[in-house]
């Protein structure tokens, strides 16, 4: 596609609820970031897949957070037994190393809200 | 531990006067510095970088400065414009392609 297309662009759910959150990144781009925004906090990176390289889970805040890539392509985010504070706007980011610019380009985001 | 620092919130500039944003950095493995602006509703766009072996980077309207002994960077509008309106982000990385750091983010208004 011709961005990084996130989905649901919005998601309620019950505290306790798993939820997953998709990421399509941009076609050919090799690396793919999750990043989340909290109300007035910058944004905090979550975790890193480049290539076939092993993911960089550094910012997983616990052991509910888990996120694959299949394929090299899409990704998805998975968060166990959701709490309220994982409510955040939860964005994703590819990029093509090796281009000039070096910026990612972010999707649309999903915004979480556990109730 | 916040390794990268937004310390004002919000900026406002008349319209075709200069925009300066700030930001600095704690960490000195840093190597390369971006910047991001986002509009409501929309996500970050990448705006300009630089990477440490140089001091200054131009593209049209917009500078950004970094101060590797300080461990500042900025960024330039000039002239403002009504339609620079966002959230400037700035961001930090110790390696090419690997995770950035954000700021928390300077909310700029241009008044016309």
């Known amino acids: 596609g011709a961005g990084v297309s996130q989905s649901p662009s919005n998601k309620v759910t019950e505290k306790g609820k798993d939820v997953e959150l998709r990421c399509d990144p941009i076609?050919?781009?090799?690396?793919l970031y999750w990043y989340r925004q909290s109300l007035g906090q910058g944004l905090e990176f979550l975790i890193y897949f480049q290539g076939n390289s092993a993911p960089d889970k550094s910012g997983l805040p616990s052991d509910r957070f888990s996120a694959e890539r299949t394929g090299g392509s899409v990704s998805t985010l998975t968060i166990q037994r959701t709490e309220q504070r994982d409510s955040a706007m939860y964005r994703c980011?590819?990029?093509?190393?090796?281009?000039?610019?070096?910026?990612?380009?972010f999707g649309s985001g999903t915004r979480l809200t556990v109730v | 531990d916040q390794q990268v620092k937004q310390n004002s919130p919000s900026l406002s500039v008349q319209e075709g006067r200069i925009s300066i944003l700030n930001c600095d950095y704690t960490n000195s493995m840093f190597d390369y510095f971006l910047w991001y602006k986002k509009y409501p509703a929309e996500g970050p766009t990448f705006l300009i970088s630089i990477s440490s072996i140089k001091d200054k980077n131009e593209d049209g309207r917009f500078t950004v400065f970094l101060n590797k002994s300080a461990k500042h960077l900025s960024l330039h509008i000039v002239p403002s414009q009504p339609g620079d309106s966002a959230v400037y982000f700035c961001?930090?990385?110790?390696?090419?392609?690997?995770?950035?750091?954000f700021g928390a983010g300077t909310i700029l208004r241009v008044k016309s």
């Open positions: 980011a590819s990029s093509l190393l090796g281009s000039t610019n070096y910026g990612y380009t």
């Open positions: 076609s050919g781009h090799t690396a």
């Open positions: 961001a930090a990385s110790a390696e090419y392609g690997n995770k950035l750091v």
